[in-house]
């Protein structure tokens, strides 16, 4: 018969700090179910804010750690590693007292609704200064990467005069059925994706302007079949035009990723990119570079477009930074082939940087939703 009380357990367990978020796993309720048996095998469940949580391993042996020295005459102990996603505070009302979002700059009283998907935990722009950077191709491995990680995620491709999901993903020619007047996202290696390519041939959209491109893109977001969404990725058009500009104002946006090659002149317009959501009151969550670098047959790098711009940008500029992105013929010939390279080479170099990306990704989307959540 074992001796071991539940609440040492828990007072083991709240040694343990959660390293984004500063306080202890029981203080911020993310333990459940603690059972000791009669032989003194310990079993719980910790819920991490994001199955794509890069400190998964790390929380997992820290919690083990602390029973052991604290209790150590446990025997087994197992730990279930399981996760729910926060909700953005972009929300209308949630986590935020004055009931009107986080988006200090147009959310105050009498400022015109924003569209919101009351379904949708969190929508997260992806957006660049400059087109042809890779930000189709962060934001496809983005969504996939989300969803093997065992998240429900979307993708919506809102490139108006370009739209290139579809050929990444190998749907040139799928059309979306509409049932109950609403689209029916289309799902493509476990992520739901919608492209204003599906809706119409690119000569149609190539002629519209001003107020038919924002009706398109309103179309792409409030007239889908969502459902419940964990991530909603928004490939935005390239650039930081007027298109842009409405967008990220009239959206429910929780925060954005810029997304630059290490180039000088790609950096000049990035600074323009973080200009339009600080003006708007988006969260940055961070930037990440593409195209850091080649690497050569006897593995030295070549950087091509200059080296560490993304860093050194993001660190002069106060943004987080999510990390760098090789360039790999595989990145280029997925594409082009219709499967993302994270699906087709998981394990080559740069399918590993784009997961640590998206990791990086859902983590500070976790910390925004949870400091805003304590404030
Ligand atoms: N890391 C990489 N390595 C090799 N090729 C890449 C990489 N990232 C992107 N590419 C290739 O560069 C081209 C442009 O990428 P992508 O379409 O993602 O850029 P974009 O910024 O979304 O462009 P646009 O301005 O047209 O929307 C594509 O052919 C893509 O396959």
């Not at 343990?16 to 203080?27: A, H, Q």
């Not at 924003?114 to 935990?121: A, T, Y």
């Not at 290696?189 to 398109?216: H, Y």
């Not at 323009?272 to 940055?284: D, E, N, S």
């Amino acid at each position: 018969m074992s001796s071991i009380q539940k609440s040492q357990i828990e007072a083991a367990l709240g040694t343990v700090m959660e390293p984004d978020l500063g306080r202890d796993l029981m203080t911020l309720g993310m333990v459940e179910n603690i059972a000791v048996d009669e032989a003194g095998n310990v079993s719980f469940t910790v819920v991490l804010t994001t199955p794509a949580c890069p400190m998964k391993e790390k929380i997992k042996n820290s919690c083990v750690e602390a029973i052991k020295a604290a209790v150590p005459e446990v025997g087994s102990i197992d730990v279930n590693m399981t996760s729910k996603v926060t909700s953005s505070c972009s929300h209308g009302g949630h986590g935020n007292h004055d009931g009107h979002g986080h988006h200090g700059a147009q959310g105050g009283h009498g400022a015109p609704q924003k569209i919101d998907l009351p379904n949708v935990k969190n929508i997260i722009a992806v957006a660049s200064g400059k087109g042809g950077v890779g930000k189709s191709t962060v934001s496809l491995n983005l969504a996939v990467s989300l969803a093997a990680s065992g998240a429900k995620v979307g993708l919506i491709d809102a490139d108006l005069y370009g739209p290139s999901i579809p050929t990444m993903v190998g749907l040139q020619n799928v059309k979306p059925e509409v049932q109950n007047q609403k689209l029916m996202p289309i799902e493509k290696f476990g992520v739901k994706m919608m492209s204003i390519g599906f809706l119409v041939d690119p000569e149609t959209a190539l002629i519209w302007r001003g107020p038919m491109a924002s009706s398109a893109m309103r179309q792409l977001i409030t007239d889908v079949d969502w459902q419940e969404l964990d991530y909603l990725i928004f490939d935005l058009p390239p650039g930081t035009g007027d298109i842009q500009l409405t967008l990220v104002q009239n959206l429910a946006i929780s925060g954005a990723v810029i997304v630059t090659t290490p180039q000088e002149v790609a950096l000049a317009d990035v600074a323009k990119a973080v200009t339009m959501f600080r003006k708007v009151g988006v969260p940055i969550l961070g930037l990440v570079e593409n195209m850091s670098w080649y690497e050569l047959p006897d593995g030295t790098r070549d950087y091509i477009f200059g080296r560490q711009g993304g860093e050194t940008f993001a660190k002069t500029n106060a943004i987080t930074f999510l990390g760098s992105i090789p360039i790999s013929s595989s990145v280029r010939e997925g594409g082009d082939n219709g499967i993302p390279a994270i699906i087709a080479n998981p394990d080559a170099p740069t399918s590993q940087a784009a997961s640590r990306v998206a990791g990086e990704i859902a983590r500070q989307v976790s910390i925004l939703n949870a400091n805003c959540s304590m404030n």
